[in-house]
């Protein structure tokens, strides 16, 4: 199996960027479509970017994230990115990376059988 671990999270001022790193081990991150989500304190996990199996043209974004952030993958490195650009006082929240065996993408949360332990991002106005 695959272990996941995040990094890259910060505090930071509304309209610049982060870039968040997804590094994985025991298993070859290409293998798996990747998915980030982020959980808000008194909301639930909500879907955010996805990079499919096998294929790093193929990616997913949630319409809120959509020409801000970019789902990205170094298979050298075993890591899957997420650049964040613009953000702003809505994105802040804890970070996760999931990882699924699923060939097709899927935002839903449940499908994804491997997850990191989260990455904070705080954004200031």
């Known amino acids: 199996q695959v272990a996941l671990v995040e990094s890259g999270g910060g505090s930071v001022q509304a309209g610049v960027s982060l870039r968040l790193s997804c590094a994985a081990s025991?298993?070859?991150?290409?293998?798996?479509?990747v998915g980030w989500f982020r959980q808000a304190p008194g909301k639930e996990r909500e879907f955010v970017a996805a990079i499919a199996r096998n294929d790093d043209s193929i990616t997913y974004y949630e319409d809120s994230v959509e020409g801000r952030f970019t789902i990205s993958r170094d298979n050298a490195k075993n890591t899957v990115y997420l650049q964040m650009n613009n953000l702003k006082p809505e994105d802040p929240a804890v970070y996760y990376c999931?990882?699924?065996?699923?060939?097709?993408?899927?935002?839903?949360?449940?499908?994804?059988?491997?997850w990191g332990q989260g990455t904070q991002v705080t954004v200031s106005s």
């Open positions: 025991g298993r070859t991150i290409s293998s798996y479509t």
């Open positions: 999931a990882a699924t065996t699923r060939v097709s993408y899927t935002s839903y949360d449940g499908d994804y059988d491997y």
